[in-house]
């Protein structure tokens, strides 16, 4: 077969960290010839890049392996593996349940997916890698060359001719050391570890030369970013700064944040460094103490509270976002309500709300009881989102009249439908549908608007018409460069009023 009829196909589940290990694993597979294709059933090489957060996601997984037991008979030499998290919990459980998987791989050893692969299609024998097993009883020599191994694949980053990276991720810290309870991550990803601001910095600077507009830092415990420079200590406030001063960059965001080591002079970088988005993703899980005493989470409700007033008096209109885990061990009726009173008291732009289910390894599947019905944490699931919906919804209307600022991602869902009929159907569907925009504003609004397809990738001053809870609607004012968008468009993230503390 030649080289450039080498075909990949790679479907991401889970978290914005596992959608970054996919780029680049598909950087590396592209440099080798491989083309990303669409259609599974085709390809040469089948990767799922996987999560094991919750119950649901891992059986999803299993779902899609178990479609690809009939092309694997029909296609004998093609090679299907399993990346990420659920590969490194679970490899033993992956082969005996879908034997005609061929590689895991875990999230510390991606560097490694190209090489497997090769021994695979060459001796037709199975492939492993994984690291975190030995993360924490390692050597010291042993641990640095772990990570040089893993940080090679960050390094390596390069994206290909023409691929879109107007909104770009950056890895910033691999692992996380807090252990809680209902958590498997530290299991899957290992410890901590920081990577060197100056990698952070020349990542940025390639991305920006590449066309780069807004980067997103990535950590499992993003705010608790410390790393060496110089033998000097470079703290994440500090990284935030450096990051913003890369020229071509106009935004900066960072998830997801651990709210018992958030420090206020983040906060101080969000208020005073322009490109710094006044949005904040800051997990609460519960709000209930006893609840996130057992989930071992080392704060109070009254602390997190706390946190977020002093986010809205540094940065006024700062648009925050959290999580929360519904019916986790020993959750009663009143700590449920401890979690709405929080939820109410503290006005979230959204919230990600989870059921819990044990995750085998960790500490609360060990020790304690999943003792709340199935339909009890259902129904306080469908609590949770319904007093939400209210309180984002008053939160979208209250925009309703004002011009914010929007970076233009691309078409709208509907305006892509709306295109696909027209080409199916030769139907013209209407210049609103089919050429309906869409993009974010500074603190993570989705806002859709008719526009012209050559403001795709700049911003936007956007009229908001009308508002659902979770999607603005306006009209296209102008589009202009961000420097005249900060002059001309005042952002309306800085000048709404402070939503919390009623």
């Known amino acids: 077969m030649q080289q450039d009829q080498k075909t990949v196909y790679l479907e991401t589940m889970g978290c914005q960290m596992n959608v970054l290990d996919s780029e680049l694993v598909l950087g590396q597979l592209r440099a080798l010839g491989y083309n990303p294709i669409e259609d599974m059933a085709r390809a040469d090489v089948v990767l799922i890049n996987t999560c094991s957060v919750r119950e649901h996601a891992e059986q999803k997984v299993l779902s899609r392996l178990g479609a690809l037991k009939k092309p694997k008979q029909a296609k004998r030499d093609m090679v299907i593996g399993v990346i990420g998290c659920m590969a490194e919990r679970d490899p033993d459980g992956i082969f005996s349940k879908m034997p005609h ?38 050597t010291p020599l042993q641990r640095a060359l772990e990570y040089d191994s893993v940080e090679a694949l960050d390094l390596a980053r390069e994206p290909a001719p023409g691929e879109n990276v107007l909104q770009s991720y950056i890895r910033v810290q691999r692992g996380c050391d807090k252990f809680c309870t209902f958590c498997v ?59 913003s001063a890369v020229p071509g960059i106009e935004r900066v965001r960072f998830v997801t944040n651990y709210p018992g080591d958030f420090t206020d002079d983040i906060l101080a970088v969000m208020r005073d460094i322009p490109q710094v988005c006044e949005y904040l993703h800051i997990p609460a899980q519960s709000g209930s103490d006893a609840v996130l005493k057992r989930m071992r989470r080392q704060y109070s409700a009254a602390q997190y509270v706390e946190l977020i007033d002093r986010a809205r008096e540094y940065v006024p209109g700062i648009a925050i976002a959290s999580d929360f885990i519904v019916g986790f061990c020993g959750e009663t009726e009143a700590d449920h309500e401890a979690t709405l009173k929080l939820i ?36 306080r699931n469908m609590e949770l989102l319904s007093l939400q919906e209210g309180i984002a919804s008053s939160i979208t209307q209250r925009l309703i009249g004002s011009t914010v600022e929007v970076l233009v991602e691309g078409f709208s869902k509907a305006a892509l439908k709306a295109q696909e ?41 956007v009229r908001i018409t009308a508002a659902t809870a979770l999607t603005l609607h306006g009209t296209l004012v102008k589009t202009c460069s961000a420097e005249e968008e900060v002059r001309t468009v005042p952002s309306i993230a800085r000048s709404l009023p402070v939503l919390g503390g009623v």
């Open 101 to 138: 998987v061929d590689l895991v791989c875990g999230p510390g050893e991606l560097n490694k997916v190209p090489a497997l692969i090769e021994d695979i299609q060459a001796g037709r024998h199975r492939a492993i890698a994984l690291a975190q097993s030995l993360s924490r009883k390692s």
């Open 344 to 379: 109410e008291r503290c006005r979230f732009k959204n919230i990600f709300v989870f059921k819990y289910s044990p995750r085998p390894g960790t500490v609360a599947h060990k020790r304690e009881a999943d003792d709340v019905a199935e339909d009890v944490k259902r129904w």
């Open 185 to 243: 991550v530290p299991f899957t990803r290992g410890p901590e570890r920081s990577r060197p601001a100056s990698h952070i910095i020349d990542e940025a600077k390639m991305l920006a030369d590449r066309g780069a507009k807004e980067i997103t830092l990535l950590g499992q415990t993003v705010n608790s970013y410390v790393s060496q420079d110089d033998a000097r200590e470079v703290r994440f406030a500090e990284l935030l700064e450096r990051v």
């Open 421 to 461: 009929a027209e080409q199916t159907r030769g139907e013209e569907v209407g210049w609103r549908r089919s050429d309906q925009l869409v993009g974010r504003t500074r603190t993570d609004q989705i806002v859709v608007f008719p526009g012209p397809p050559d403001s795709i990738g700049s911003f936007a001053a």
